[in-house]
């Protein structure tokens, strides 16, 4: 298994516990969650079901829907089932059944997509509440590991993770599946015998992002565009609809999640809440705040404060690649099957390369700090802005990355795309220059400022490039 090495062992470990466990495990679609629980076990489980999806399926026969392949799974491990389920309680009611009957130490109950099998007052969640609380921790055997998965975020979070019910304060465990690293992509396309080289892992990595599913579409034998063109531009290319797949199954009534997605997708730098509101016709409520948290927990989005300002001055910044992509060339375009190979070096795509490697490094925090030799030093990760202001002797800044350490020194990044060797010119430490300068005006910081330049390739030394107090290539990023 490629990465996965801490949540692995974690739930192997629950084999040897002597106390029942209940484990939620959540992550975007496509994240390799099922995969992850299906192998830590081997596929050996007492009981495995995976719920539904209700798409097709008139809303007043979703819940028997649900109950009948319930049903499916349980006579598929061994429960004699003569009869159909009417509510989850007898559901609930035959799986404890199966668990008492079955010979294994450990029971390990592994029901995948839970919310899809949530339908309209259903009484899922009661009649799961009651399995816990009333039959498997009243067991004297304490065998029992129930596992929990869905990628509808939302509805883990409000129905199991922070649940004010009867699972309120039940779980005894929870994984958050992230996306894979830029080094875990590399071991991935190894494993495949892909050969990529480092600078077409990161431009991949700037279109897939760290979802492993995407990657396990990539084909040997095929150029980076080639196997871009076909993910998104033939004619039925398996990715062409993803991006509403992916919000649909995420969220329910996905509609103003991706509202919200929109109004950040043309705006780099982040806006503020009032200014979503303003682009999207979206209220200013407890709703609202509600999906700017699920999407940031989902890692679409990143919220942060500005350096120097107060919770007021909140910036809310699309960070997801994929979802990029799909704005900037996939949106509302129709192109020929070869788009992407006939595409590179234009200037459309080369804006935004520079976008899409910013958002690559500020999902690679911990390696700049191990390239920069301040793993153990405690930082904190920020962006910085201000307005132009002549008068006072501000010319108006954007600091993308700025990484505040304990040491008193702030790392003062400007991350810079390049199909070549980067070359340092005197426009460039101009900009720097004028950067810190009104960093300095503003912040009155006492820390020393280190510029420091993230970019691809290495830099070409000159006179300018001695200015610069550390450099980090790419390659770095995949320690």
Known sequence: MIGRKEEKKYLESLLKENESEFIAVFGRRRIGKTYLIRESYNYNFTFEHTGSSNIEIEEKNQKQYQLNKFKESLVQYGYKCDKDLTTWNEAFNCLK??????????????????????????????????????????????????????????????NILNSKGGLHNRLTGT??????????????????NISFNFHQILQCYMILGGVPYYWSLLQKGKSLPQNIDNLFFKENAILKNEFNNLYSALFNKPEQYIDIIESLSNVNKGITRDEIIEKTNISSSGELTKKLIELENCGFIRKYIPFGYKQKNVLYQLIDNFTLFYYKFIKD?????????????????????????????????????????????????????????????????????????????INLCEMKYSETDYIVDSKFIRDQKRKISDFLNITKTKYAIYPTLITTYDVIENAYSNEIQSIIKAEELFS
């Open 97 to 158: 059944e199966l668990i008492i009957s079955s010979n294994n130490s450990k029971k390990v109950i592994f029901i995948d997509e839970l919310s899809w099998m949530d339908t309209k007052n259903s009484g899922l969640i009661s009649a799961l509440e009651n399995f816990w609380n009333g039959f498997v921790t009243s067991r004297k055997e304490k065998d029992v590991i129930l596992i929990v998965c869905a990628s509808a975020t939302y509805w883990m979070t409000d």
């Open 333 to 409: 375009n129709i192109y020929n099957e070869n788009y992407w190979e006939s595409q590179i070096n234009m200037p459309k795509i080369q804006s935004w390369s520079g976008i899409a490697f910013e958002k690559v490094c500020l999902e690679h925090i911990p390696q700049i700090k191990k390239a920069l030799g301040i793993s153990g030093v405690y930082t904190e990760v920020n962006s910085w802005q201000c307005k132009e202001d002549l008068d006072n002797g501000i010319f108006g800044s954007q600091i993308d990355l700025l990484i505040v350490r304990k040491d008193q020194i």
């Open 175 to 192: 994984i958050y599946l992230k996306p894979f690293s830029l080094k875990e992509c590399k071991e991935y396309l190894e494993s495949k």
